[in-house]
């Protein structure tokens, strides 16, 4: 009997099979599919004309192999000018970018980059104060802080060196003193706070680069600071050195949330922003508001893109699993002019890998152009264009 029951009903592992194939099937329906990176921005076409405007682009990172290239590139594009924010330092990297100053006619400038890590050795103030003057007396237009600085400088005790550090009010005011602007990134995009899972919307980012991600714990295993907290240290960093010009990268480091980096342009004098790697993100929000934005603060906004032309590849604001290719870079720019210069809707952004939306252009007045695109950086870094 126990035999027959056995074999009119289906033994308990087929069963058990069954349901495991349905549930799996279940989930796979149901589970967020990653989302893909966005369609490429087209080139500029014949019918599409861009403003001929004096460009400066405050952001981006060159190494010296790829002069020629990046000229070319500059020529191109119509861009008059490249600021460096890998411009090294007064021992490594910085004089060779003088030279390069000089022979390009000044189109090609660097920022200086500081040794934060050196913030615990008994001399650092004389080090600090020395090092930026170099940095100056050797051409740099500014200082370049990398998002390390907040992120990924460990101190002896453990922790990780804030922006807001006292012990830094002194490099700050040093550089207000020379009159270095300061390029500051801090944090990074919100989403990269978040679990690197499958329905974080910059998932294929995340996936590209794992060590992008600041969810959870940091390789030394304490809590990774939230986003919230890396950005108050920004703030008070601002707030700290009125006598400095800060320089927010990535539009003030809160390219998701416009309203804020408003209230810290009204709050702030020494602080302007520029828009590096970030016309995906800003080029979301409804198009009359950040049209109301740029026009309010005209003077306080510049024009970057964090285009990287180095020994490494080129990377076209982010990069994904594959290296971004010379033939792409037309398109790139375009992109960022469209949503500056045009009222068009829903198009494709700068940088696919950014994520999976399209934007809406601005149509801003040529006065705010001129400013955006080249008046504004000469102001705050103090240059004359190239008289080619
Ligand atoms: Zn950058």
Redesign the pocket.
Known sequence: MQTNDKKKKPPLPVLLGLGLGLFALLALALWPTSPPPGPPPPPPSPEEVFLDLPKIDV?T?LSLSQVPEILGIMDENGIDVMLN?SGGGPNRGLPSWARVAAETGGRIRPYCNFPFSAVEQPEFPELAVAWLNDCKSMGAVGLKVFKSLGLGIPLSDGSLLRADDPRLDLVFETAGNLGLPVLI?TGDPQAFFEPPTRDNERYAELEAHPSWSFYGDDPAGNAWPTWEEIFAQFEERVARNPGTTFVG?HFGNAPEEPQRVARMLERYPNLVVEI??RVPEIGRHDAGEMRALFVRFADRILFGT?LAVTDGGLTLGSSGPEEDRRDQVPAFFASHFRYLETARRGFAHPTPIQGNWTIDGLSLPREVLQKVYADNARQVFRLELPSN
Request: charged residues 10%.
């Open positions: 952001h990172h924010a990134h990268a590096g790697a964090d």
